[in-house]
């Protein structure tokens, strides 16, 4: 292993633990070599239109998201950087890939956070599975889901050779 390729990852939550760590990390000795986010959570406003196009019926619903952010913040800032990073002024220049599902709560905000990191200078590969749903690296029994998750991996081996 190469001490010096360290990749973070996460789905869902852990996609956005992923892009905290990068961001965090921005003056460190140590940081990531690549920051991996699959359909994150990054925005804690459920701003997005993507909040209102799919909160019924995509497994992943608004009303769950409103109960996971209860349990999670306690009443504590939405906006808060180390849970909402798209609103961060500063972003990290740790290389990105970004996917996002087509049917997905989570959807617009990872895009959104794409274009401005991409803006911000990080060099970032966005990819939206336009036929799933959130959670689908967990569903590979589903062959559209099989062939994303293969697709991701091939996508991380592929920037970790970089």
């Known amino acids: 292993m ?11 939550a852990g996609g956005n633990l992923s892009a905290v760590i990068a961001l965090e990390t921005r003056q460190d000795a ?3 070599w690549l920051q991996v986010l699959i359909y994150p959570a990054l925005d804690l406003t459920c701003s997005t239109e993507s909040y209102r196009n799919f909160a019924t019926g995509y497994l992943l619903k608004r009303s769950t998201v409103d109960w996971y952010l209860g349990h999670y913040l306690g009443g504590g800032d939405v906006r808060d950087l180390r849970v909402s990073p798209r ?3 500063q972003f990290s220049d740790v290389p990105a890939l970004i996917y996002t599902a087509g049917f997905d709560v989570l959807r617009g905000e990872a895009r959104n956070y794409a274009d ?6 990080t060099r970032i590969s966005y990819r939206e599975f336009p036929n799933l749903i ?20 091939a996508d991380i081996r592929r920037e970790l050779a970089r």
Not at 2 to 10: F, I, K, Q, S, W
Not at 134 to 145: D, E, I, K, Q
């Open 30 to 32: 140590r940081r990531p």
């Open 116 to 121: 401005r990191l991409q803006a911000a200078g």
């Open 134 to 153: 959130h959670g689908f690296v967990l569903m590979t029994a589903v062959r559209t889901a099989l062939d994303a998750t293969n697709t991701i991996a």
């Open 87 to 89: 609103f961060s002024a």
């Open 2 to 12: 190469d001490p010096e390729r360290v990749a973070v990852a996460g789905d869902s």
